[in-house]
């Protein structure tokens, strides 16, 4: 997230808060995707990470987003005087910080895959002339394939100061999350309550799957970790109070208002009153919306108190004002396409919508949890209702091409969206993830180096 919200309108009820989710509700024709990635940026020469301010005479991630202001004439985020991102124009994109220095790019909401795809091309040629004066690489995977905790450099950003203390209390992994991992999601639109709750049931129960599909992470501090997805494992330990699977979203009734009751349930990180982050880490929101928080005695809560809270909460799928899909790991060019393209396919069509429901709505709550926990180390192996992964994904991801192709949003060339699943296609047909892939080379073609990662999957 670039810039924490700034609206200081206050609001006193829970019904504010339902609406201020509803009011994200739009006709289909509206509908558009916001595609979000991560990236970690390290110094080609000895393959360490960048800190801030640099290192050994060599630019830092200060240098790389002044770098990108200068280019692109974006307006910059300030965290204590501190150029911590950059926004782009008015409905545009955003690039941010992540606690570790992976640099993120917030994409702008578009109409097609093929506008996502020429945006990512467009910021990664951006970036590279930018980092290589500063002898700077990007590559992008769900976790630091060689740096220690301790090696990894931390952004002078102000919540995540906050985070940073409030995680080891809550979980073993917390930290591992902030500052190792990297992932892609996709935002996407809902046009009415139910519509909100169908995409929420499908993306949850699917998740996994996804997560699957796009596991990119068999490394940790250079040696095999035993997983295809260790940043899927990562989450299992992190927060268990804002992160999971949702249970509750099956429910009979569910709603706006039963995230809302969910959320409010979630400890707060901070609450920000102009450049002051005050950490409030553990307290209530539900205190803070009646007036009797007891660190900010007398604060009432702003729409930026709950748009900023929302924004801390980490769920498999997250609900604001669109829905978040936040099951994958990064991954190379071809895979941060793939990821919204899975999605749009499944959740934009109709006729894709209901037939994926059809297939995963007798999954109780105790199998949807066991996949999600078999999924980091098992992948397209992992199993529910009798069938693996693998069997499942061939289905799903052609209700993904029907999708994409009733859609028929045509490029130049004439060119429809499903050609953006071709790597998942890929996957399934070679029975062989990207993690299972990397974990072979590293065996065999790389004598069990990991430098040669750096130069094959450098952006």
């Given at each position: 997230?670039?810039r ?26 509206a ?5 979000e ?31 990108m202001?200068?280019r ?14 950059l ?16 640099f ?5 909401p578009?109409e ?7 945006e ?19 590559v992008?995977?769900g ?16 919540r995540?100061?906050?985070m ?13 999350m ?6 892609v ?15 929420l ?9 996804a ?25 299992l ?16 009734g569910?709603?706006?208002?039963g ?34 928080l ?44 793939a ?23 007798g ?19 992992a ?56 974990a ?20």
């Open positions: 997230m670039a924490d919200v700034s609206d200081s309108t206050p609001i006193g009820s829970k019904d504010e808060l339902t609406s201020w989710i509803a009011a994200g509700e739009k006709p289909a024709s509908f558009r995707m916001g595609t990635h991560e990236k970690f940026p390290f110094y080609a020469h000895d393959l360490s990470p960048v800190p801030y301010e640099g290192r050994d005479g060599r630019g830092g991630i200060r240098h790389l987003l002044e770098g202001q200068e692109l004439g974006w307006e910059p985020i300030v965290d204590d005087g501190n150029i911590i991102g926004a782009g124009p008015e409905g545009g994109g955003a690039i941010s910080l992540e606690p570790g220095g992976q993120e790019l917030s994409g702008a578009v097609t895959l093929h506008d996502t795809a020429d990512l091309a467009n910021h990664l040629a951006d970036v590279k002339a930018v980092a290589a004066p500063h002898g700077i690489g990007f992008a995977l976790h630091s394939p060689l740096w220690t905790r301790a090696q990894t450099p931390v952004m002078p950003k102000g995540y100061k906050i940073a203390n409030y995680m080891p209390k809550v979980g073993t992994r917390g930290l591992d902030m500052f190792r991992t990297c992932t999601q996709v935002n996407l639109d809902f046009a009415t309550e139910a519509d909100m709750v169908r995409k049931r499908v993306s949850l129960a699917l998740q996994p799957l997560t699957a599909l796009f596991a990119a992470s068999p490394f940790t501090e250079g040696k095999l970790n035993g997983l295809q997805s260790v940043r899927s494992e990562v989450w330990d992190t927060d268990k109070a804002r992160s999971g699977m949702l249970a509750f979203a099956f429910d009979e569910m709603s706006y208002e995230y809302v009751d969910w959320a409010l349930d979630v400890p707060m990180y901070f609450v920000k009153r102009g450049a002051v982050y005050h950490d409030v880490a553990g307290a209530s929101f539900r205190d803070l919306l009646a007036g009797k007891a660190q900010l005695p007398g604060e009432r809560a702003t729409i930026s108190d709950w748009a900023n809270h929302l924004s801390t909460l980490f769920p498999e799928v997250r609900l604001k004002r669109f829905l978040e899909m936040r099951g994958a790991d990064a991954g190379p060019p071809e895979m941060l396409n990821l919204p393209a899975f999605w749009v396919g499944l959740l934009y069509d109709q006729v894709a919508l209901d037939a994926a429901w059809d297939l995963v709505k999954w109780s709550a105790d199998e949807r949890q066991a996949l999600r926990d078999a999924v980091p180390k098992a992948g397209l192996e199993r529910i209702g009798g069938r693996s992964l693998r069997d499942l994904a061939r289905e799903v991801l052609a209700l993904a091409r029907g999708g994409l192709a009733r859609r028929a949003r045509l490029d130049g060339a004439g060119r429809d969206e499903t050609g953006f699943l071709a790597p998942l296609d890929a996957i399934v047909a070679q029975d062989r993830t990207l993690a299972q892939s990397l072979l080379r590293f065996q065999r073609e790389w004598a069990g180096e990991i430098s040669p990662l750096f130069t094959e999957l450098k952006l």
